[in-house]
């Protein structure tokens, strides 16, 4: 169930990536940085060869140095997400053949490019993949050298998003740059909204049948404790429970029908790593 559910996570990512970057990215000049960001420049510099096959090529590159240098297995599945990527978005070029922009409105698809970048990426990072390119560069970086992986792409990206500026002119330039920064936001608020969950601490005198709600229907742990609320001098029990989002106002509304004046918090985690969530 797990392989199924990163195998659809890792394809839906590629194809929103491809989308992204065939449709809004490509035509508007959108060089972001990465790969789909040199293989737009190098596709405007050298035309008969598209900016399409460029990303393909520059990730079939990049997946050699990667295999060469991290070994087959440490990135089996960055090669699948990469090829399929660069695939449709090769595929894309001949299906639907692009000669301008889909709209005259550049924020507009800046604002589409991104998102739908960054949700694919998103996607794929959530599967413990990437989409190839600069990330296998990082990879191989962080192994054999000191240096500050997560600052050297961002120079690098800095200076294919730079270089927009001498190929596609000021405006596309600015653009570039200012897709560069929003999408390292993003792609953050994307994967810790995947992985949101919620905790919930109860404050009840009826333990046995909120318990026994939580591991039998939602099948998660719970931990107790004996209390003493200090204004009442009521001896309580309180629980505590970790759940998925989705699960949240169905665990909520049921404590309340079991012991309408449990006392409930519930706060918001970006990541709980543990049996029936995340593993390391």
């Not at 301008?100 to 996607?123: F, H, N, V, W």
């Not at 909120?210 to 591991?215: A, P, R």
């Amino acid at each position: 169930m797990k392989k199924t559910k990163n195998f659809l996570m890792m394809t839906s990512g590629s194809l929103l990536l491809a989308m992204g970057v065939y449709f809004f990215k490509i035509p508007n000049g959108f060089s972001t940085g990465g790969v789909s960001g040199i293989g737009t420049i190098l596709g405007k510099l050298i035309p008969f060869i598209s900016s399409g096959l460029w990303i393909w090529i520059l990730n079939i590159l990049l997946l050699i140095l990667g295999v060469l240098f991290l070994g087959k297995d440490a990135i089996v599945k960055t090669i699948y997400c990469s090829m399929l990527y660069s695939a449709l978005t090769y595929v894309f070029e001949f299906a639907f053949p692009l000669s301008q922009p889909l709209s005259d409105q550049p924020l507009l698809e800046l604002i589409y490019a991104m998102l739908l970048t960054s949700i694919g990426s998103a996607m794929i990072f959530n599967s413990d993949a990437s989409a190839g390119g600069t990330d296998i560069t990082a990879l191989i970086l962080k192994k054999y050298t000191s240096l500050d992986v997560g600052k050297s792409l961002l120079v690098v990206d800095f200076v294919v998003a730079a270089s927009s500026f001498f190929v596609f002119g000021i405006e596309i330039g600015l653009f570039s740059l200012l897709g560069l920064f929003a999408k390292a936001f993003i792609v953050d608020s994307v994967i810790e909204s995947f992985n949101t969950c919620k905790y919930f601490i109860v404050i009840t005198s009826k333990r046995e049948e909120i318990s026994e709600f939580i591991i039998k229907n939602l099948h998660h742990g719970v931990t107790v404790s004996s209390v003493i609320g200090e204004y009442t001098k009521e001896e309580k029990t309180m629980i505590h429970t970790v759940c998925k989002r989705i699960e949240a106002i169905k665990l909520r509304n049921r404590i309340k029908e079991i012991d309408s004046h449990a006392f409930i918090i519930i706060t918001t985690s970006t990541e709980i790593i543990g049996r029936g969530f995340r593993s390391v």
